[in-house]
């Protein structure tokens, strides 16, 4: 059974910091690249980061980059990927979800439509 469930969301100042956990089973997602995405009501998902299957190359957009960083950890047979979030903003603020595709590069990395697997999604909001 595929399973990816997000933990570490929560209510954070502006400037503060959270990192976002995902931890992902049933396939054999250490071969998969993954991402996350954010949606807030009225919008659809929103690219913020992805991540090859080795980890060796990280894409962003221009809104978070410098700010978020992505990162991986394929070494158990659950796979790990972590959203580091620093100097916040309230715009930041939206429902974050882990995504994995099911190649390990290429492709579109910012288009939700790559991604056949998801989480249930995990509340983040930053107060002003």
């Known amino acids: 059974q595929v399973q990816l469930v997000e933990s570490g969301g929560g209510l954070v100042q502006a400037g503060g910091s959270l990192r976002l956990s995902c931890a992902a089973s049933?396939?054999?997602?250490?071969?998969?690249?993954m991402g996350w995405f954010r949606q807030t009501p009225g919008k659809g998902r929103e690219f913020v980061a992805a991540?090859?299957?080795?980890?060796?190359?990280?894409?962003?957009p221009d809104s978070v980059k410098g700010r978020f960083t992505i990162s991986r950890d394929n070494a158990k047979n659950t796979v790990f990927l972590y959203l580091q979030m620093n100097s916040l903003k309230p715009e930041d603020t939206a429902v974050y979800y882990c995504?994995?595709?099911?190649?390990?590069?290429?492709?579109?990395?910012?288009?939700?439509?790559?991604?056949?697997?998801w989480g249930q999604g995990i509340q983040v909001t930053v107060s002003s």
């Open positions: 991540i090859s299957w080795n980890g060796a190359n990280t894409y962003y």
């Open positions: 049933g396939r054999t997602f250490s071969n998969y690249a």
């Open positions: 995504a994995a595709r099911s190649v390990a590069y290429g492709g579109n990395y910012s288009h939700e439509k790559e991604y056949p697997y």
